[in-house]
């Protein structure tokens, strides 16, 4: 077949014709047949080898490279910049406070760079072309795909990048940086082993759990740290709730741990007090977690994490205002309605010879939402 291509009026080549064609004549058939119009059509650099071309080339390989850099910096930052809260004030909150605006800044402005690079090497490398194309609709057939795949192929030729190994190297190094990147922002949070420390793994226990001995006292938050507000079984009347946090004497005057115990997720518990004669059936092995009409179980929802905040007295029950799960109080927490699966779990508790109300121990269940391997108590 001839070097020239041309379909007639309006023919479309077999599947023989197609076959023998080149790689130069399957493009030159793709224009043709979407009815492209080429008006204008010049090389970047005509010249190759020239100081201009080389410094064109230079300049996109570079933004390549700052985004891979940025990118890299981002992993690290990551990683390994300190990012546990420090209070203000204290030696290494600085560095904390800065954790957040160094991640964001290093990823965002790798994203940059390589938009930057990709506009650079499109103005700077691609062909001056000026092409005027009928738009048709419907699907495309097989010689619409086997010919617009040559135009893609001859078009990467013509933009030279397919010859530029730094540009390609360094875009290639971009991109696997920034993807490396996303996927650590996607997972970066989320992947732990909660069987790492074995007993002491932190799904197995929380800040209620006695240690050397200290007794843990319910506190009450009064908005003031450093006021340590104890409760008592009289500071409560019938059918209320109250929130209360893990307090040990240790802890008195030390305003970072003090803190620290207000707010661990897993701290907060609602001490309940229900109205005299209620009956109430209780979990088995658990019948005298309670002190009396007192009953305390975790706040945190075993759906998603959330507050389960509210308590109606008049049906007992306890709601999550997230995603309206019910647990109800006198079927020991058991979920009544909603989303939630498991009941919440309860903290032992019992008043000590000074009237206060103390943990007796730990809860004897992971609290918070239920991973696959956590059993049903009920």
């Known amino acids: 077949m001839s070097s020239d291509v041309s379909?007639?009026?309006?023919?479309?080549?077999?599947?023989e014709e197609l076959d023998e064609m080149t790689p130069e004549q399957l493009a030159r058939l793709a224009g043709e047949l979407d009815d492209v119009d080429v008006v204008h059509n010049t090389a970047a650099f005509p010249i190759e080898g020239t100081r201009a071309e080389k410094r064109a080339e230079r300049?996109?390989?570079?933004?390549?490279?700052?985004?891979?850099?940025?990118?890299?910096?981002?992993?690290?930052?990551f990683i390994w910049w300190p990012w546990e809260y420090v209070n203000a004030g204290e030696p290494g909150h600085a560095i904390y406070s800065l954790y957040t605006p160094v991640i964001g800044f290093t990823f965002g402005f790798s994203i940059l760079a390589l938009g930057i690079a990709v506009i650079q090497a499109v103005?700077?490398?691609?062909?001056n072309e000026v092409a005027v194309q009928q738009r048709h609709d419907g699907p495309s057939d097989e010689i619409d795909r086997r010919t617009i795949m040559a135009q893609l192929a001859d078009a990467g030729q013509k933009t030279t990048l397919g010859r530029r190994k730094l540009i390609v190297r360094s875009a290639g190094l971009s991109a696997a940086v920034l993807g490396v990147g996303t996927g650590v922002v996607a997972?970066?949070?989320?992947?732990?082993?909660?069987?790492?420390?074995?007993?002491?793994?932190?799904?197995?226990?929380?800040?209620?759990?006695?240690?050397?001995?200290?007794?843990?006292?319910?506190?009450?938050?009064?908005?003031?740290?450093?006021?340590?507000?104890?409760?008592?079984?009289?500071?409560?009347?019938?059918?209320?709730?109250?929130?209360?946090?893990?307090?040990?004497?240790?802890?008195?005057?030390?305003?970072?741990?003090?803190?620290?115990?207000?707010?661990?997720?897993?701290a907060p518990v609602m001490l309940i007090r229900l109205r005299p004669n209620t009956q109430v059936?209780?979990?088995?092995?658990?019948?005298?977690?309670?002190?009396?009409?007192?009953?305390?179980?975790?706040?945190?929802c075993t759906h998603l994490g959330c507050p389960t905040s509210l308590y109606q007295a008049q049906d007992n029950r306890i709601l999550c205002p997230c995603h309206q799960?019910?647990?109800?109080?006198?079927?020991?927490?058991?979920?009544?309605?909603?989303?939630?699966?498991?009941?919440?779990?309860?903290?032992?508790?019992?008043?000590?010879?000074?009237?206060?109300?103390?943990?007796r121990s730990d809860f004897v269940e992971p609290v918070g939402p239920a991973f696959w391997e956590r059993p049903k108590t009920t």
């Open 7 to 15: 379909t007639g009026s309006g023919r479309r080549p077999t599947q």
């Open 187 to 266: 997972l970066g949070g989320i992947v732990r082993n909660p069987w790492a420390e074995g007993d002491e793994a932190p799904l197995w226990h929380t800040g209620w759990r006695p240690e050397n001995g200290e007794t843990v006292y319910l506190r009450t938050d009064t908005g003031i740290v450093g006021d340590i507000a104890r409760v008592r079984p009289e500071d409560m009347e019938p059918g209320s709730m109250m929130t209360v946090f893990p307090f040990r004497e240790s802890e008195r005057g030390n305003e970072e741990e003090l803190l620290h115990a207000q707010r661990a997720s897993d």
């Open 281 to 300: 059936t209780p979990r088995p092995g658990q019948e005298d977690f309670n002190y009396g009409d007192f009953y305390a179980w975790s706040k945190i």
């Open 325 to 359: 799960s019910q647990f109800l109080a006198t079927l020991d927490a058991e979920p009544v309605f909603g989303p939630a699966a498991r009941p919440l779990p309860q903290l032992p508790i019992t008043v000590n010879e000074e009237g206060y109300f103390v943990a």
């Open 59 to 77: 300049s996109v390989a570079l933004w390549f490279l700052i985004s891979a850099l940025s990118g890299l910096a981002f992993l690290v930052a």
């Open 123 to 127: 103005k700077k490398l691609f062909p």
